[in-house]
T-cell receptor, first 115, second 112 residues
Framework: DVKVTQSSRYLVKRTGEKVFLECVQD?????MFWYRQDPGLGLRLIYF???????EKGDIPEGYSVSREKKERFSLILESASTNQTSMYLC??????????????FGPGTRLTVL | GQQLNQSPQSMFIQEGEDVSMNCTSS?????WLWYKQDPGEGPVLLIA?????ELTSNGRLTAQFGITRKDSFLNISASIPSDVGIYFC????????????FGTGTRLTIIP
């Protein structure tokens, strides 16, 4: 079974702090994604990566950066957290190629609160 | 970025009732996916649709790929308590694109 794990289920930070959210997948997937989930807005893509050290902006990259130094790990960074970044953050991964076309496997999510 | 519009936004039903929800887009999709998110968990894929007009079932769930390619429907028959959660439609906005666009979600609650 594919397993995607996220470093924390719940996180509380203060405005201005630097925040790291970690995601690890164990299935050697090339592609990894970070989303935020807000009520009534669904899932919105922040950044994704299709290979080590490669990244592309999603729909809402402002205020975020990412790092992918190893294939299995994709980190989301909030350089200076703000209250409007309070949200549920979901990481996902998927392989490239046939068999699971566009199926993304999700982690359990990190609920971040910025005070 | 583009979003998919789901309807209804929330549903309150009694156990045993059938459920219908839909997803619409202003542009054509070549693949439609339906995900379910249980409370406190990440979304899990339920059904994938690859061809216009396709009707696919997974147990009590049935999904259809609209003929116009701009919509999709999900039906759940004889709902049970474990059906509670948020249902999302999703699809790649461009053919072959690795990204997915997700719908706004339909929250299903079962009234005891």
């Amino acid at each position: 079974d594919v397993k995607v794990t996220q470093s924390s289920r719940y996180l509380v930070k203060r405005t201005g702090e630097k925040v790291f959210l970690e995601c690890v997948q164990d299935m050697d997937h090339e592609n990894m994604f970070w989303y935020r989930q807000d009520p009534g807005l669904g899932l919105r893509l922040i950044y994704f990566s299709y290979d080590v050290k490669m990244k592309e902006k999603g729909d809402i990259p402002e205020g975020y950066s990412v790092s992918r130094e190893k294939k299995e790990r994709f980190s989301l960074i909030l350089e200076s957290a703000s209250t409007n970044q309070t949200s549920m953050y979901l990481c996902a991964s998927r392989p490239t190629g046939k068999g699971s076309y566009n199926e993304q496997f999700f982690g359990p999510g990190t609920r971040l609160t910025v005070l | 970025g583009q979003q998919l519009n789901q309807s209804p936004q929330s549903m309150f039903i009694q156990e045993g009732e059938d459920v219908s929800m839909n997803c619409t887009s202003s542009s054509i999709f070549n693949t439609w996916l339906w995900y379910k998110q249980d409370p406190g968990e990440g979304p899990v894929l339920l059904i994938a649709l690859y061809k216009a007009g396709e009707l696919t079932s997974n147990g009590r769930l049935t999904a259809q790929f609209g003929i116009t390619r701009k919509d999709s429907f999900l039906n759940i028959s004889a709902s049970i308590p474990s059906d509670v959660g948020i249902y999302f439609c999703a699809g790649p906005p461009n053919f072959g694109n690795e990204k997915l666009t997700f719908g706004t979600g339909t929250r299903l609650t079962i009234i005891p």
